[in-house]
């Protein structure tokens, strides 16, 4: 248990990145923690979460939880600077109302050379879920997310126990108002 | 503020669609450019308007810049079918809409070399309060609008299938676009959709 701790605990700045800093130029938004990834055993994820190739055709089955309360669905990448500014965010959102039967979906729209990247992204972030990497016919795709969604990135997404799309948004989001848009939804559900 | 108007969604419409932040309504098919006299400081150091811009087969705007990693993948194929269509009595206007605040790689000179290193052949203008892209309803970089002979639009949304690999396009969407417009016909795929960054919005 240590290790993946030690992990987290000597990743923790590394995924925040204000809007004001400067773009990476280069693909991957952390290279202090790399050394650590890298020290892993090769193939053993140590938090046990996939990466798993998703298409359009795939989405169907991915957002529809009968059992859960809302889906929140976060798109990202890593070559995507407030994607990884918003990522411990959403995560900090993820972990607080997952008890509150929120599940949390998260679409990495990488480029397929970018794999490792968003592998390496997801576990120095903590991630111990599974998530989903897009591929695939991409405009099947954004359609099959959600016809409202343009492919802007970031965009965050949530939707009702039987799929209905009730809250979205293109651009960096923040705590606080995810936190909102959470609390309405679990208070309009408990309240029907 | 109450949660819609701070999450730029309507009032009343949070728990049935959400919100686009700041970006506009999408400019519908058989609409006519917005703010196309608006001047626009160019990477050529001249302004110009996309009313100027305006070819007689038709006009092609395209909202792209020099950061988003999506735009830089297809910054190469914007330039060549720029270049080309422009010699085919097409204008062709690229516009940056992002706040160089947000985005330091966003600002004029650092377009100014962008436009040099691909050797563009048309004007890659600064939208000086993102007003331009609010009124096109543009959210991403990069993202096309083509417009016809009667100034109306006819194509909206990418490029093409594929950011990453060019050389495994299987649908030049734009590509098809302008040639069927140069030939009087109708745009087979009118409305398409890719993956690209959020504009930065001036505030």
Redesign the interface.
């Known amino acids: 248990m240590l290790l993946p701790l030690a992990v987290i605990v000597a990743c923790s700045a590394c995924a925040s990145s204000t809007?004001?800093v400067?773009?990476p130029?280069r693909?991957g938004p952390v290279a202090k923690s790399s050394s650590v990834a890298a020290a892993m055993a090769p193939g053993a994820d140590p938090l046990g979460a996939e990466l798993v190739d998703i298409e359009a055709a795939d989405l169907r089955m991915i957002l529809q939880r009968p059992s859960a309360k809302a889906v929140l669905v976060n798109v990202w990448?890593t070559?995507?600077e407030?994607c990884v500014a918003e990522m411990p965010a959403v995560l900090q959102v993820s972990r607080e109302y997952r008890p509150r039967g929120v599940e949390t979906v998260l679409i990495s729209?990488d480029?397929?050379?970018q794999r490792t990247a968003a592998r390496e992204f997801l576990r120095e972030s903590g991630v111990d879920f599974t998530t989903y990497f897009k591929t695939g016919?991409?405009?099947a795709f954004?359609?099959a997310v959600s016809p409202?969604?343009?492919?802007?990135?970031?965009?965050t997404?949530?939707f009702g126990p039987e799929g209905q799309?009730?809250?979205?948004?293109?651009?960096?989001i923040g705590y606080g108002?995810l936190k909102?848009?959470l609390e309405?939804?679990l208070s309009?559900e408990g309240s029907r | 503020m109450n949660?819609a108007a701070?999450?730029?969604?309507a009032a009343g419409v949070?728990?049935?669609?959400?919100?686009?932040?700041?970006?506009g309504d999408?400019l519908a098919l058989g609409k006519k450019a917005p703010m196309a006299t608006v001047m626009m400081e160019s990477t050529d150091g001249k302004k110009v308007s996309i009313a100027q811009a305006k070819g007689a087969k038709g006009t092609l705007v395209i909202f792209t810049c020099n950061?988003c990693?999506?735009a830089k993948?297809w910054e190469k194929r914007v330039a060549e079918l720029g270049n080309e269509w422009s010699k085919k009595g097409f204008g062709v206007l690229a516009i940056n809409p992002n706040d160089p605040?947000?985005?330091?790689?966003d600002n004029l000179d650092e377009m100014k070399a962008r436009a040099k290193t691909l050797g563009l052949a048309f004007p890659y203008t600064v939208d000086a309060t993102s007003d331009v892209a609010r009124a096109f309803g543009a959210?991403?970089t990069p993202?096309v609008f083509l417009f016809d002979a009667k100034d109306e639009l006819v194509y909206h949304g990418?490029i093409d299938?594929?950011?990453?690999k060019p050389e495994a396009v299987k649908k030049p969407y734009l590509r098809d676009a302008l040639a069927a417009v140069a030939a009087g016909q109708k745009v087979p795929q009118a409305e398409?959709?890719?993956?690209?960054?959020?504009?930065?919005f001036r505030s």
């Open positions: 809007p004001d400067e773009a130029d693909p990448a070559w995507c407030p729209s480029f397929s050379t016919d991409e405009m954004i359609e409202e969604w343009s492919g802007a990135l970031p965009a997404f949530v799309l009730q809250f979205y948004k293109e651009g960096q108002d909102e848009v309405l939804m309009e | 949660l701070r999450l730029g969604v949070l728990l049935a669609v959400g919100s686009r932040a700041e970006a999408r950061h990693p999506w993948a605040k947000a985005q330091p790689e959210t991403k993202e990418a299938d594929n950011a990453e398409t959709k890719a993956i690209g960054c959020s504009i930065k």
